[in-house]
């Protein structure tokens, strides 16, 4: 009960009080803060050993279904992995990039099985991400993949008969899903792309502008159909390299450009692919919080 009630309260002062309430007995914030950092540093030792194993060079006479870390929550059919970055303010260190990850299982349901109401997605299966599981920590990128290769073999990667990656365009995630995972279809968030193209539309036509709205959903549209090909071009004729604009509006172009394969929205969409990236982007944890060094 102490570490529970460590980990959920504000502060390890409250965390004290409220372990006082329940049992009727006490203990001093510090013995609670130390009970519940020794159980934190336990967990982290304990991931970091799986993550080592998971990524060491195989040995002689180590079988392909020799397991390298223990099976558990596996997914035995289609799986996805999103990770994500955030950057968190930590007491006496400053601002930091925490990496998070989030594997999930995917069910596709027939588009019938969806709600009322017009959508685009309203005449494609409907896909659900269920059964998450996390890791978080102020990784460097390389590390941060040893942890998300190692997640991935204890939710059962080697049974996953179909996966996808969903991510912003970052670079890291990028290479890092490439490395552990050759051939998973990487998609952009479809909500990132679909910003992009309404920061460009509000920034040439006007903010909410009927012209701004015309623009953006005019290439919403070719955007979910996979034509990225046909926004770039449009992108480019606006030339936005142009002084005046802000620079995440300025790289508009080269966005869309160099995530093209990324951006296949149409096909994901009939191969039941998830195209958002809700489950890593949801843990994220505000920027305005601080962690305790």
Not at 121 to 149: C, I, K, N
Not at 160 to 165: C, D, L, M, R, V
Request: proline share 4%; net charge negative.
């Amino acid at each position: 009960m102490a570490t529970r009630l460590g980990l959920l309260s504000k502060s390890f002062d409250l965390a004290a009080q409220a372990f006082g309430d329940a049992v009727g007995g006490s203990m001093s914030a510090d013995s609670l803060r130390r009970v519940t950092e020794g159980w934190g540093q336990a967990v982290a030792e304990l991931r970091a050993g799986e993550a080592q194993r998971a990524n060491a060079v195989a040995q002689r006479g180590e079988g392909a279904s020799t397991p390298r870390v223990a099976v558990s929550a596996p997914i035995g059919e289609q799986a996805n992995v999103s990770s994500d970055g955030v950057m968190m303010l930590v007491r006496g260190e400053g601002w930091k990039e925490v990496k998070l990850l989030a594997i999930s299982e995917v069910q596709v349901r027939p588009p019938e099985a969806r709600g009322a109401g017009p959508s685009r997605r309203e005449h494609d299966p409907l896909v659900e991400l269920s059964q998450h599981s996390y890791q978080a920590g102020l990784w460097e990128a390389d590390t941060f993949g040893l942890y998300q290769y190692a997640e991935a073999l204890r939710r059962g990667l080697v049974s996953w008969a179909k996966s996808s990656s969903v991510n912003d365009a970052a670079v890291w995630i990028k290479r890092i899903t490439s490395t552990n995972f050759p051939g998973m279809p990487q998609v952009v968030d479809w909500s990132h792309a679909a910003g992009h193209l309404w920061a460009v539309a509000n920034a040439v036509y006007g903010e909410q502008t009927p012209a701004a709205k015309q623009w953006a959903e005019r290439h919403l549209d070719l955007l979910w159909e996979g034509r990225v090909g046909q926004v770039v071009s449009s992108l480019d004729q606006l030339h936005l390299d142009r002084a005046g604009y802000a620079e995440g509006v300025r790289e508009a172009p080269d966005y869309f450009r160099g995530n093209q394969e990324r951006m296949r929205y149409a096909a994901f969409r009939a191969q039941g692919l998830p195209i958002g990236s809700g489950t890593v982007e949801s843990a994220a944890v505000p920027p305005q919080s601080c962690i305790t060094a």
